[in-house]
């Protein structure tokens, strides 16, 4: 029979130990109970103003479904539903085989210049939506240097939406479709060439039904950036009515709050939608590639790669001619009747009329969500991944991590409106300042990051959490000695993201500005609608400048950093 002795010194060291594990685990309580605050604040009670205003009346008296019916019998209404869902409907029709073609180029044949090419694809994410637009007024316009080519139609309407929205959804579909078509087991396509089959054949046998899943996230993302994108239709749309456009006139034309809520719903319902579509497709993807899986590496043909380049030569040429012109015509002095070359629109259209401002306070903007929103989303994933205990709190902020990705930025910008608008709210003093406009662009943005940290954080194994507490290593020592230092690729990416899209973003802070927090893309607006096309594409010159600086600079912080943080990722023989 055993018997079991009891040190009165080793019961000490426990009792010590668990009390700084309790206090440890506090801290981590503590801080995933402010992140919950935050996400309540920051994106459920605005999503929760929008609701309640659809069924009151304009002095705050419930009226159920009124607001609904007055609005359905609106005959302008059923115009701009089938003018948003024309529009979105063409786009993804035109984007995705534009799109696909182009990714299975980059990642199918052996072409040259595929990062040179693949970057120029990218140039889109640089620059707000607008300057597409902008960009086709300057072609095809009323004074555009090719409107013969329209034979006698208008750009405004239609056929500039179109076009304009096509530009800017072109890199996000790529983005999607190259990851999509990069995931192939070469197995596949060597037993195909061992029984005789042709290119045509394995295309459709191997090739789609391998990247079914991306094409449908593909059509998603581009049917929610059509129905939900206002910025276009308001510059080249003319008198063609979208949803998106209705809001905007709403609220800043008539002042009707209510209405626009019951809009702001409409344009919920599709983004939802997509992204249950999404949801439930992707539950049911299977993995492509298993362990026993052999990396595809496409075989040189000249033919076929020859015309691969020619191709993507082509979309690549168009996106430059798209882009050039805008940053073209900023330096022309009186287009079209006065084509030298000048500062005039950067002295006189932006320093002279103050509107530098504008820039300056997106400058601000962007350089507080890259730092505030990365530190937020990075250290909300890692209290939700890795620390212990309130297991019922860990699904919430996940749920309402993810839950921006089917908001509209505009469905979200009018939710702060009644929230922080609201007299009583003891926030309402946020109100037009940049802080709240910083706030709004972490949320819309929120969950392609927290996503991004969170598989970044699950490459880390919990038993570095586990030995840090064995060794009585509180977990924010961790954090920032193990954890930062191995996610920094990850964390860097997030940093970046946030610091484009601040620069860019326009449909959630159209309405949020005051005079003195104006932010650039929103200057552009307000720059088209006053006819000044010049400065307006001055400035969307400098927001695209800026971007392309901030991304080599990230580039190069990356490398250096990386150099000196990540060296355990390589072996001695690959140094």
């Given at each position: 029979m055993s018997t079991t002795l009891t040190e009165p010194g080793k019961d000490v060291m426990l009792t010590e130990v668990r009390q700084r594990t309790h206090w440890q685990d506090r801290i981590g309580h503590a801080g995933m109970l402010l992140m919950g605050c935050f996400l309540l604040l920051a994106l459920l009670a605005p999503l929760t103003m929008v609701i309640m205003r659809c069924v009151e009346d304009r002095d705050g008296r419930f009226v159920g479904l009124a607001n609904?019916?007055?609005?359905?019998?609106?005959?302008?209404?059923?115009?701009?539903?089938?003018?948003?869902?024309?529009?979105?409907?063409s786009v993804t029709a035109i984007t995705i085989p534009l799109a696909f073609t182009f990714a299975y180029a980059?990642?199918?044949?052996?072409?040259?210049?595929?990062?040179?090419?693949?970057?120029?694809?990218?140039?889109?994410l640089l620059a707000p939506t607008l300057l597409s637009a902008v960009s086709f007024i300057y072609w095809f316009g009323n004074a555009g240097?090719?409107?013969?080519?329209?034979?006698?139609?208008?750009?405004?309407?239609?056929?500039?939406?179109?076009?304009?929205?096509?530009?800017?959804?072109?890199?996000?579909?790529?983005?999607?479709?190259?990851?999509?078509?990069?995931?192939?087991?070469?197995?596949?396509?060597?037993?195909a060439d061992a029984m005789g089959t042709s290119r045509l054949r394995k295309f459709f046998t191997i090739t789609l039904p391998g990247a079914k899943y991306g094409l449908i996230s593909a059509t998603m993302v581009v049917f929610t950036i059509c129905v939900n994108d206002f910025g276009v239709p308001i510059v080249i749309g003319g008198s063609y009515n979208v949803l998106s456009t209705d809001v905007y006139k709403l609220i800043v034309g008539l002042q009707d709050f209510?209405?626009?809520?019951?809009?702001?719903?409409?344009?919920?319902?599709?983004?939802?939608?997509?992204?249950?579509?999404d949801f439930f497709v992707r539950r049911k993807q299977r993995s492509l590639l298993g362990a026993r899986s052999v990396p595809y590496e496409p075989k040189r043909s000249r033919g076929f790669d020859l015309a691969m380049l020619a191709y993507c030569s082509?979309?690549?040429?168009?996106?430059?001619?798209?882009?050039?012109?805008?940053?073209?015509?900023?330096?022309?002095?009186f287009w079209p009747y006065n084509l030298t070359l000048g500062l005039s629109h950067y002295r006189m259209g932006l320093i002279g009329a103050g509107i530098i401002g504008a820039y300056k306070n997106s400058l601000e903007m962007a350089a507080l969500v890259a730092t505030a929103g990365t530190a937020l989303v990075f250290g909300g994933a890692y209290l939700v991944e890795k620390t212990r205990g309130m297991d019922w709190l860990r699904p919430v902020i996940n749920l309402c991590a993810v839950l921006p990705m089917g908001v509209p930025g505009l469905v979200l910008g009018i939710g702060y409106i009644f929230f922080f608008n609201h007299p009583a709210n003891p926030l309402n003093f946020l109100y037009g300042s940049l802080p709240l406009l910083a706030i709004v662009t972490i949320i819309h943005y929120y969950s392609s990051s927290h996503l991004t940290a969170i598989t970044a954080l699950k490459q880390i194994d919990n038993e570095f959490e586990a030995v840090s507490a064995s060794l009585k290593v509180p977990f924010y020592v961790t954090f920032f000695r193990v954890t930062v230092p191995v996610c920094l690729p990850a964390i860097l990416e997030i940093s970046r993201y946030f610091f484009i899209n601040g620069m860019t973003t326009i449909s959630a802070v159209?309405?949020?500005?005051?005079?003195?927090?104006q932010p650039a893309s929103v200057?552009?607006?307000?720059?088209?609608?006053?006819?000044q096309i010049g400065p307006a594409a001055a400035m969307a010159t400098l927001i695209v400048v800026t971007s392309a600086l901030v991304c080599v600079l990230y580039a190069l912080v990356n490398r250096f950093l990386l150099?000196?943080?990540?060296?355990?990722?390589y072996t001695s023989r690959s140094r």
């Open positions: 609904f019916a007055s609005y359905f019998r609106t005959p302008a209404l059923w115009n701009s539903v089938g003018h948003s869902l024309f529009v979105a409907v980059l990642t199918r044949s052996c072409m040259p210049f595929k990062g040179l090419v693949r970057n120029i694809a990218l140039i889109p240097l090719l409107r013969r080519w329209m034979a006698g139609h208008s750009i405004y309407g239609a056929p500039g939406i179109i076009a304009s929205l096509v530009y800017a959804a072109m890199p996000h579909v790529l983005m999607i479709l190259i990851t999509a078509l990069s995931l192939t087991d070469a197995r596949l396509y060597e037993a209510n209405t626009s809520a019951v809009v702001s719903i409409l344009l919920l319902l599709p983004a939802l939608l997509s992204f249950a579509t082509v979309v690549c040429l168009l996106m430059m001619a798209i882009v050039g012109i805008s940053i073209y015509g900023s330096f022309v002095h159209a309405f949020l500005y005051s005079p003195g927090t200057a552009i607006l307000n720059l088209d609608e006053a006819g150099a000196r943080t990540q060296r355990w990722r």
